[in-house]
């Protein structure tokens, strides 16, 4: 191996866990979130020797990803079968009903428009880079985002006001209190 392709090595591993995790977060989807991981880190690989600047590669990387996901999205693969099994949840996580709420929310936007609120409000891209990272301007980013916002908040309106199955079962009605005390 050559150093190039130690440097990559190391690059892949210390990257490819968020790049799942944003790729999931775009697409919905754990297995297609690895692929989408893979694809893009072999485009990476394939172009690591002519970037130059080692430190433009993480925003390479997003960018790749963004781009494939994008490009992904537009071909519509109808063979794909989405299953209702979650993965595994680490501890300390919003209730499984909230995640699934706001996943399922996340799903119904647009493409850009998902990838707009991902860059922005998971991954902590400003205004610009988002916008560069999109190849868009910075107004159309946060005519995007208020948009998705919107809309999210629309969605989501329904569970936030909804009790949690554990509160709804431990809510006692002022009936109910007056009937054990008589």
Not at 61 to 85: C, D, F, V
Request: proline share 6%.
């Amino acid at each position: 191996m050559t150093m190039a392709d130690d440097e990559f090595v190391q690059f892949a591993e210390a990257v490819a866990p968020r790049l799942r995790r944003t790729a999931f977060l775009l697409c919905g989807d754990w297995h297609t979130a690895e692929d989408l991981a893979q694809t893009t880190l072999a485009k990476v690989f394939a172009s690591w020797r002519r970037i130059s600047r080692r430190d433009a590669v993480n925003a390479y990387a997003m960018r790749t990803l963004l781009n494939t996901y994008l490009s992904e999205n537009r071909k519509k693969r109808p063979g794909e079968l989405l299953t209702g099994r979650l993965p595994e949840q680490p501890a300390d996580l919003p209730s499984p009903e909230l995640r699934m709420a706001v996943l399922a929310a996340l799903a119904k936007l647009p493409p850009k428009a998902r990838a707009v609120v991902v860059l922005r409000y998971w991954a902590d891209q400003s205004v610009i880079q988002t916008a560069a990272l999109l190849g868009c301007t910075p107004g159309n980013v946060k005519s995007q985002s208020a948009r998705a916002l919107d809309k999210l908040r629309l969605l989501l309106d329904d569970v936030a006001t909804e009790p949690s199955p554990a509160a709804a079962s431990t809510h006692v009605t002022d009936n109910e209190k007056k009937a054990r005390h008589g």
